[in-house]
T-cell receptor, first 107, second 114 residues
Framework: SQQGEEDPQALSIQEGENATMNCSYK?????LQWYRQNSGRGLVHLIL?????REKHSGRLRVTLDTSKKSSSLLITASRAADTASYFC???????FGTGTRLTIIP | GAGVSQSPSNKVTEKGKDVELRCDPI?????LYWYRQSLGQGLEFLIY????????KSGLPSDRFSAERTGGSVSTLTIQRTQQEDSAVYLC????????????FGEGSRLTVL
């Protein structure tokens, strides 16, 4: 079964707007990671947040983690057409990935 | 090499044939993972190797699937008597040590079973 589940499944926004994706998981974790996938090929690691962290930033990315709600969110600010991709959360201890959010940025 | 290398990048085979997919991880990475991704779907965990420990095979969907990792480096995923439902992209990833670290993915092997 999937440990992480992303929401929404698909998201389309105008270039320049912010995009927010959510991830829920079921069991306790040591860390949670977000990955990006272009065109169904290999995934690229974006950011890792540890269970004792509540928020982390990397460039235009902001990740939050709420362990009490077993949820995480990924915010991409000032979106660009090149951000169009699928985004996955992963809880590695269970070796599972969610089903992903397919993000489309409209130029 | 600098990254995880997978071959072949594309494979078309006939139903009932056996196929072998190869993964060459990043040098020094002790952990290696295989995932399967069907069209438009998420990643399905198949198998995990960590150093000299017994592999975690809990994700293999049937006994037609097997994998080995020789010398703690290159891994081969074998699918025997392929079926049409085996058509998918098979992704390999490696990480420096254990389950909690960042994964580095290859570009995948796209398998089409006719």
């Amino acid at each position: 079964s999937q440990q992480g589940e992303e929401d929404p499944q698909a998201l389309s926004i105008q270039e320049g707007e912010n995009a927010t994706m959510n991830c829920s998981y079921k069991t306790s974790i040591n860390n949670l990671q977000w990955y990006r996938q272009n065109s169904g090929r290999g995934l690229v690691h974006l950011i890792l947040i540890r269970s004792n962290e509540r928020e982390k930033h990397s460039g235009r990315l902001r990740v939050t983690l709420d362990t009490s709600k077993k949820s995480s969110s990924l915010l991409i600010t000032a979106s660009r057409a090149a951000d169009t991709a699928s985004y996955f959360c992963a809880t590695h201890e269970k070796l599972t990935f969610g089903t992903g959010t397919r993000l489309t940025i409209i130029p | 090499g600098a990254g995880v290398s997978q071959s072949p990048s594309n494979k078309v085979t006939e139903k009932g044939k056996d196929v072998e997919l190869r993964c060459d991880p990043i040098s020094g990475h002790t952990a290696l993972y295989w995932y399967r991704q069907s069209l438009g779907q998420g990643l399905e965990f198949l198998i995990y190797f960590q150093g000299n420990s017994a592999p975690d095979k809990s994700g293999l969907p049937s006994d037609r699937f097997s994998a080995e990792r020789t010398g703690g480096s290159v891994s081969t995923l074998t699918i025997q008597r392929t079926q049409q439902e085996d058509s998918a992209v098979y992704l390999c990833a490696s990480s420096l040590r254990d389950r909690a670290g960042e994964l580095f993915f290859g570009e995948g092997s796209r398998l089409t079973v006719l």
